[in-house]
Nanobody, 127 residues
Framework: QLQLVESGGGLVQPGGSLRLSCVAS????????IDWFRQAPGKEREGVSR????????NYADSVKGRFTISRDSAKNTVYLQMNSLKPEDTAVYYC????????????????????WGQGTQVTVSS
């Protein structure tokens, strides 16, 4: 079964850290750009970070720049999102998505353009 599975979410106090993982099963992530999105209750899904298939290019939303770091480990077929200095406004369900393109675009794609989506992992930042 070809799928992405996120993990690592949970409840954390403001200022704390979490590391989310996005693992692919049934296919290799080596040829895919991976994007992280999040969706808070009552809000639209927003792009958080993305990493090129080679790992050489990364981008971040202004709201998380300097606090979140995206990386990938080819040997583990996994992409990570390290989240530090978490704030209550980071509370959301976080999703990873994979898209295979021969170029690295600076835009977020429409949800239907992605080849795979994970099921999401809940991140709650609260004291």
């Amino acid at each position: 079964q070809l799928q992405l599975v996120e993990s690592g979410g949970g409840l954390v106090q403001p200022g704390g850290s979490l590391r989310l993982s996005c693992v692919a099963s049934g296919f290799t992530l080596d040829y895919y750009r991976i994007d992280w999105f999040r969706q808070a209750p009552g809000k639209e899904r927003e792009g958080v970070s993305r990493i090129s298939s080679t790992g050489r290019s990364t981008n971040y939303a202004d709201s998380v720049k300097g606090r979140f770091t995206i990386s990938r480990d080819s040997a583990k077929n996994t992409v990570y999102l390290q989240m530090n200095s978490l704030k209550p406004e980071d509370t959301a369900v976080y999703y990873c998505a994979a898209i295979r393109r021969s170029w690295y675009s600076s835009r977020w794609y429409e949800p239907t353009e992605y080849d795979y989506w994970g099921q999401g992992t809940q991140v709650t930042v609260s004291s």
